[in-house]
């Protein structure tokens, strides 16, 4: 069976705090992907990051970088100097196949004080 | 480039009612979805397709339909509408991943069942 389990339910930090979210998955699939989303309060769902399992290689983007491991079955994402701006649910996914059969966590909320 | 067009953005039913939630895409994608989200959950899969013709059951199908008879559209029915439908509609819609695809998400419709 496929899941993905974000633990964190709720994070909440102070601007320019840095921020990690967890995203822990189980697949018996060789080949998948990992993704995550960001849902801001205005509810659409908007992509930050598609990885392979067979590139384990890190990645930054800006403010923005994850971290796939995949001896852990992890793949956490982490914000440097968070922003107010950050504030919204963060939804880590995971796809068997090259479809967008995603299969989601049940989301983080992160909240960014000023 | 209009991307993946949901309406209505709201709508309240009437225990029982039916209704049909649209969706359009204008990226000539093969694969359509379907997801709700129920309040602090992760989206989850109604319905999927391959493209025009073809359509298949995600993980909670029961209670919709789905058709797709173009490449562009993939309306999702709901016959006899229950509470426990009252949801976040999301579509989506891709090409099949490769190096370089995502998954494109609709702005969500928001049903209430009462």
């Known amino acids: 069976a496929q899941k993905v389990t974000q633990a964190q339910t709720e994070i909440s930090v102070v601007e320019k705090e840095d921020v990690t979210l967890d995203c822990v998955y189980e697949?018996?699939?060789?080949?998948?992907?990992l993704f995550w989303y960001k849902q801001p309060p205005s509810g659409e769902l908007v992509f930050l990051i598609r990885?392979?399992?067979?590139?384990?290689q890190n990645e930054i983007s800006g403010r923005y970088s994850w971290n796939f491991q995949k001896s852990t079955s992890s793949f956490n994402f982490t914000i440097t100097a968070s922003q107010v701006v950050d504030s919204a649910v963060y939804f880590c996914?995971?796809?068997?196949?090259?479809?967008?059969?995603?299969?989601f966590g049940q989301g983080t909320t992160l909240q960014v004080k000023p | 480039n209009a991307g993946v067009t949901q309406t209505p953005k709201f709508r309240i039913l009437k225990i029982g009612q039916s209704m049909t939630l649209q969706c359009t895409q204008d990226?000539?994608?093969?694969?359509m979805y379907w997801y709700r989200q129920d309040p602090g959950m992760g989206l989850k899969l109604i319905y999927y397709?391959?493209?025009?013709?073809?359509?298949d059951k995600g993980e909670v199908p029961n209670g919709y339909n789905v058709s797709r008879s173009t490449t562009e559209d993939f309306p999702l029915r709901l016959e006899l509408a229950a509470p426990s439908q009252t949801s976040v509609y999301f579509c989506?819609?891709?090409?099949?991943?490769?190096?370089?695809?995502?998954?494109?998400f609709g702005s969500g419709t928001q049903l209430s069942v009462l």
């Open positions: 697949t018996r699939d060789t080949t998948y992907y």
């Open positions: 996914a995971l796809s068997r196949s090259n479809t967008g059969k995603l299969i």
């Open positions: 397709s391959v493209g025009a013709g073809i359509t």
């Open positions: 990885r392979n399992s067979f590139d384990e």
């Open positions: 990226m000539n994608h093969n694969y």
């Open positions: 989506a819609s891709n090409l099949p991943l490769g190096t370089n695809e995502k998954l494109f």
